[in-house]
């Protein structure tokens, strides 16, 4: 019967390393966790009542099986080391035989004992062992219902304690559960607190030595189960996001990692280089600056941190502060120089469009135009993260001669009484102003008729001179739209010019446009 035992555990063993041994290579055995351990197996029994190892004995007695059930917690510290607290409850079919001394013996003598064993525990692996051989060693309290020798007529309550020590095999079957195959064996002190018996008999012929204990031992396998799992260190797998971004543009960044194997529970933290940072496996970021960012992905767990790294560009927008022109009044004769305040990222690209068909580049390009007008002046600045655009209005004057600014005073022409007909001495005046008003097309005139004191219908005629000088300047291919007439009918002050007719005159003012 013990060799149907034996070749069914050897078996049971057999299929489950096969299956194990299967998995993909990991973290299986768990540390810094309490544990629970059931298990079933054989008892066997060896002091004074039963001096033979392995003699079978325990299953010929009618009606008794020498089973073993226990129950342990303990806590795992390290792999290798564990602090196991367990509890047996063991039948032993001979623990009260006593050979041919039999007569006057108690019916269904008591063969049942309990024990208590605490014992440090050594694994002979790491962390990722499948199999793991070990040892244990610590003490144990044994009691229960003895038969006592030699009249086996009564029976009393005993408790021994003694040294316990063990082997066995550990099998990872998973990251949190294990079956262990363990051979554990109790001393107990004094020597009839297991058995009854004080005697002993044929020890010394057995064994060479005069033992005083018994021997309790349990051949069982169980399962080990964790109440945590192995530690399994976190791993960054990847990092995903934009390489290049806009100064303030929202990247959306992400991480992988195996999450679903790493010891819970697990941090993800992002820094970004500019000194902010923020958790998670999927943030959103945007920069304030342009520059050269690092970003940082840490994921620690417990006892693990894993990192990984990416570079950012971030690029500012071409961006137009400002932008002027020097001069911002000039003429067809006058290099106009432009100047431009642009911030972004470079390099910069500058497109400048003048108004009048002519186009430059650079941030500070000069332009003289042809023709006088108005003209909307546009700049485009680009760089690769994007362009802005803006605009200046300017008008262009007629290039005119130098003494123009200087002209504050023209000639008046003078009438005959109550006449509004130009003279030849008129004319002749006139002409010089003509001359000024070519000679400079950025001046206008004020046209203003005056009568003298006799004359008839001073309002009429005063206007009626102002449009002859009026027409006149239009006959020599002046523009209307340079002159105001107004006539200012009779004064009483006359030109600043000698002569009586210094009263009837027509005045012409030059205005600077």
Not at 57 to 75: H, R, T
């Amino acid at each position: 019967m013990i060799k149907r035992y034996l070749t069914s555990t050897a078996l049971v063993i057999a299929l489950l390393f096969a299956v194990t041994t299967s998995a993909e290579a990991q973290d299986l055995r768990p540390d810094r966790t309490f544990f629970v351990k059931p298990q079933v197996g054989i008892s066997h029994y060896l002091g004074d009542n039963k001096q033979t190892l392995f003699s079978g004995d325990e299953f010929d007695i009618d009606g008794k099986f020498p089973y073993a059930l226990g129950i342990g917690i303990g806590y795992q510290f390290s792999v290798p080391f564990s602090l196991n607290l367990d509890y047996r409850f063991a039948d032993y079919p001979v623990i009260t035989q006593f050979g041919s001394e039999t007569s006057g013996a108690i019916e269904d003598d008591p063969t049942t004992r309990n024990s208590i064993m605490l014992t440090g525990q050594y694994n002979f692996a790491n962390a990722d062992s499948r199999i793991a051989p070990y040892l244990k060693l610590g003490a144990n309290v044994t009691w229960g219902e003895t038969a006592t020798f030699p009249d086996r007529t009564t029976t009393s309550d005993e408790v021994g304690f003694g040294p316990t020590i063990g082997a066995g095999l550990d099998i990872a079957l998973n990251r949190r559960t294990s079956l262990f195959f363990d051979l554990t064996t109790n001393m107990v002190f004094p020597n009839d607190a297991a058995d009854g018996t004080e005697e002993k008999t044929g020890f010394d012929d057995t064994f060479g030595f005069d033992a005083s204990a018994d021997f309790l031992t349990a051949l069982g396998f169980g399962l080990k189960v964790n109440f945590k799992s192995a530690f399994t260190a976190v791993e960054v797998l990847a990092t995903d996001g934009p390489t290049r971004l806009n100064v303030n543009e929202q990247g959306t960044f992400t991480a992988t990692t195996n999450d679903e194997e790493a010891t819970r529970p697990v941090s993800y933290t992002w820094d970004f280089g500019d000194g902010t940072t923020t958790s998670g496996l999927l943030v959103n970021h945007s920069y304030a600056e342009e520059g050269e960012y690092t970003v940082t992905f840490t994921a620690s767990n417990e006892r693990s941190t894993d990192t990984a790294t990416r570079q950012v560009t971030v690029l500012a927008p071409a961006e137009i502060i400002t932008i002027s022109a020097d001069p911002m009044d000039p003429d067809t004769d006058t290099s106009v120089q432009f100047s431009s305040n642009v911030t972004g990222s470079t390099p910069i690209d500058y497109a400048w469009d003048f108004g009048d068909g002519n186009t430059g580049t650079g941030e500070s390009p000069s332009h003289t135009f042809n023709t006088a007008g108005d003209y909307t002046v546009t700049l485009t600045a680009s760089n690769e993260a994007g362009d802005d655009t803006a605009t200046l209005d300017i008008t262009v004057a007629t290039a005119e001669a130098d003494y123009c600014a200087e002209v504050v005073e023209m000639n008046s022409a003078f009438f005959d009484q109550n006449s509004s007909v130009l003279t030849d001495e008129g004319q002749s005046r006139l002409m010089e102003n003509v001359q000024i008003f070519q000679d400079c097309p950025n001046t206008s005139g004020r046209i203003e008729g005056f009568v003298g004191p006799f004359e008839r219908n001073p309002q009429e005629l005063s206007e009626d001179r102002a449009r002859a000088v009026e027409q006149f300047y239009l006959d020599q291919g002046l523009s209307a739209d340079r002159f105001t007439v107004q006539g200012m009918g009779r004064t009483g002050e006359g030109a600043k010019k000698a002569g009586a007719e210094e009263f009837r005159r027509v005045d012409t003012i030059p205005v600077r446009n």
